[in-house]
């Protein structure tokens, strides 16, 4: 492709010297459009940079500051310094700043790559134009951008399908659909999570690259099917991964996901000693390779199963042992459960007070990472609290607040509890409110049997004549 002798581009750090021409001189944009007939938009693009535009608009500027056009472009680089063959390496490069240096500064490196290309078309040539739709996908859904995430995702899903080359060598279609599955599981969309997961395991070419993916895929499944509550289907999917995929795993991160999500499961079935023998050999690993975010989730669920047993001071022992680390964990938002489940356990032990200010603390976190799921289960468990402190009228308003959320979000089986301990507080105190909670709770309940008859007998099923394909193979 040839390049566009005409078009120039404009760097961050040309753009910063243009902007401070102007200031040195106190003009406003506006006011130098109006000097050098030059429209207001397009020196509010130059004056950004990581952009192309005509020389005849830097000419004019240069003429009105009084500089030289041709020594400008000696000192700033304007022509990318590209070598074709590293251009995915780049991309690679672009790929690691979203994810662990500087989220920012990824983006910003490829709007500066995209505007590169299309001087010269190094992205068309290599058929590589998915990739920054890719990239932009994981920088908005790290943003929480979720509409956003899932156009970029679903554009690159697009580009690649509709692409002449028959093998994904990136797996890029089924990281986009992996990606797109995690947005819609934020979202509480279960049914078209599963859709987009089940068709990321169907893309996933076994002769490319980023194995990891695989596993991701089949984890992410296992925790959409965990939430729709088809508990033992999960159970076996993970326990297939887990035979199949144990000497082909290859990171501690990896098997530390299978191994949180079968303890959750375990805990969910009541299996309570399996999970805490999986637990103790997951904290082993953790604490070996320093893995402080897996080291906190297993601490909470090993309190969790504790706790499920009756044995209170070993589930408290657990919870307390999990936040010594909340300084350290990357995903703070995990501190929400711990708190929330550690206030509990202080209520049930009779520290009324101190479980209190432990789910006042689960609250306002929940609140700070805008997590909601979890801001209503916080929410439910301090209403508890207040009640047992004889504050029924401070539990309602909580209660109030985690019905609106949990009708908005859909969560069926928290919207049980939250009306059941409505109707209660509404009895006790002869509220206005009762007729309507207690019709609401009615219709809820009626819902909540229908689908578990349904769940129950698609269960029976599974257990049956479960027939899960085996992973693909490294």
């Known amino acids: 492709m040839g390049k566009n002798t005409n078009s120039i581009f404009v760097t961050a750090e040309l753009g910063e010297m243009f902007k401070n021409e102007r200031r040195v001189r106190k003009l406003s944009q506006l006011e130098l459009s109006d000097e050098i007939g030059l429209a207001n938009s397009t020196i509010s693009k130059i004056e950004k940079g990581v952009c192309k535009t005509n020389k005849s608009y830097l000419e004019k500027l240069c003429s009105y500051y ?213 637990v103790q050999e997951g904290l082993f690993l953790a604490r070996v390779d320093g893995l402080y975010d897996h080291a906190f989730d297993l601490w909470s669920s090993l309190g969790e199963s504790y706790a499920q047993k009756g044995l209170m001071v070993n589930a408290e022992l657990c919870y307390q042992s999990a936040l010594k680390l909340e300084g350290r964990i990357k995903r703070k938002h995990l501190a929400i459960k711990t708190h929330t489940h550690l206030g509990i356990v202080y209520c049930e032990c009779g520290k009324l007070k101190l479980g209190q200010s432990t789910l006042v603390k689960a609250v306002k976190l929940a609140r700070e990472y805008k997590d909601v799921q979890r801001l209503v289960k916080a929410l439910v468990s301090l209403s508890q609290s207040l009640v047992m402190l004889n504050k029924d009228m401070d539990a309602y308003k909580h209660l109030e607040e985690a019905r609106t959320i949990a009708k908005e979000y859909k969560f069926e089986t928290l919207l049980f509890d939250i009306l059941l301990n409505m109707s209660d507080i509404c009895k006790r105190w002869k509220l206005a409110d009762y007729q309507e909670i207690t019709e609401e709770f009615q219709e809820i309940s009626v819902h909540l049997l229908k689908g578990g008859r349904t769940l129950m007998l698609h269960q029976i099923e599974t257990i049956r004549r479960v027939s899960i394909s085996d992973p693909p193979n490294d």
């Not at 310094?81 to 500064?105: H, N, R, S």
């Not at 590169?116 to 996908?137: I, M, Q, R």
């Not at 089940?198 to 984890?219: C, M, S, T, V």
Request: with cysteine; charged share 25%; net charge negative.
């Open 66 to 278: 009084g500089l030289s056009i041709d020594e400008l472009l000696v000192h700033y680089t304007t022509q990318p310094v590209i070598d074709k063959a590293d251009t995915l390496l780049q991309l690679m490069a672009i790929e690691y700043d979203i994810d662990l240096t500087d989220l920012d500064q990824g983006m910003e490196e490829l709007r500066q790559m995209e505007e590169y290309s299309k001087l010269d078309g190094v992205l068309e040539e290599y058929s590589l134009v998915p990739f920054p739709c890719y990239l932009k996908g994981k920088f908005y859904e790290k943003k929480r951008k979720w509409s956003s995430a899932l156009e970029q995702y679903g554009t690159a899903v697009q580009l690649i399908s509709s692409s002449m080359r028959n093998a994904d060598e990136e797996n890029l279609k089924s990281a986009c659909l992996n990606g797109m599955a995690r947005v819609c599981l934020r979202r509480n969309n279960l049914d078209e999570a599963l859709s987009y997961v089940n068709n990321g395991i169907e893309a996933f070419n076994p002769d490319g690259k980023r194995h990891h993916i695989q596993y991701n895929l089949w984890i992410n499944k296992a925790i959409i099917l965990e939430r729709l509550n088809r508990d033992v289907e999960a159970l076996l999917l993970v326990e297939s991964v887990c035979e199949k995929g144990s000497t082909s795993i290859r990171s501690s991160d990896a098997w530390l996901n299978l191994l949180l999500i079968r303890i959750e499961l375990l805990n969910k079935l009541g299996r309570y000693d399996e999970a805490i023998h999986y």
